[in-house]
C-alpha cells in the first residue's frame, strides 16, 4: 500500500479561461506508521492528562513520577490506598451514595495536600487501579 499526500492548486488565470489545477502527489508511506504511532500517543495522552469525573483528581500517571522531589533533594511520600469492601457499600446503598463517597474521600485527602509553605505542590491522582498522593 501507498500513502500519498496531495496538495492542489488553482493556477493563475483569467476570467472566462478555463480553470487549471496544479497539484503534487507526495509518498509520505513511510512517515504514515511514524504518524500513526504520535496520533495514538497523543490520543493515550489527552486520556491520561483528563481529571477524573468523579473526584476531579488527575489521571496522568506522568504527574505521579518522583524525579521532581528527589532531584531538589525533598522528601517524597506516596500514599497508595484501596478502599476496602466498597462494592459491597455499592451495592447496598446505590452507586450515587457510592459516587458520593469517592468524592468526599477525594475531599479529605485533597485537604491535606498543602505543604507546611502554604503551596499545593502535592498531587492527587485516581485509577480504577490505584490512588496516590506524591
Excluded: Y
Aim: glycine share 8%; net charge negative; with cysteine.
Amino acid at each position: 500500500m501507498i500513502w500519498l499526500e496531495a496538495n492542489f492548486k488553482i493556477a493563475e488565470h483569467s476570467p472566462g479561461d478555463d480553470l487549471e489545477l496544479v497539484g503534487v502527489l507526495l509518498d509520505v508511506s513511510k512517515q504514515k506508521p511514524v504518524e500513526d504511532e504520535l496520533s495514538s500517543a497523543n490520543l493515550k495522552l489527552g486520556q491520561l492528562a483528563t481529571p477524573d469525573g468523579l473526584t476531579g483528581w488527575r489521571t496522568d500517571a506522568a504527574s505521579m513520577h518522583p524525579s521532581r522531589s528527589l532531584c531538589q533533594d525533598q522528601v517524597l511520600s506516596v500514599l497508595l490506598m484501596d478502599i476496602d469492601h466498597f462494592k459491597g457499600f455499592n451495592d447496598a446503598f446505590g452507586h450515587q451514595a457510592g459516587d458520593a463517597c469517592l468524592r468526599r474521600i477525594s475531599e479529605v485527602i485533597g485537604s491535606g495536600r498543602q505543604t507546611p509553605e502554604g503551596s499545593q505542590r502535592d498531587t492527587a491522582a485516581r485509577s480504577s487501579r490505584w490512588s496516590c498522593r506524591v
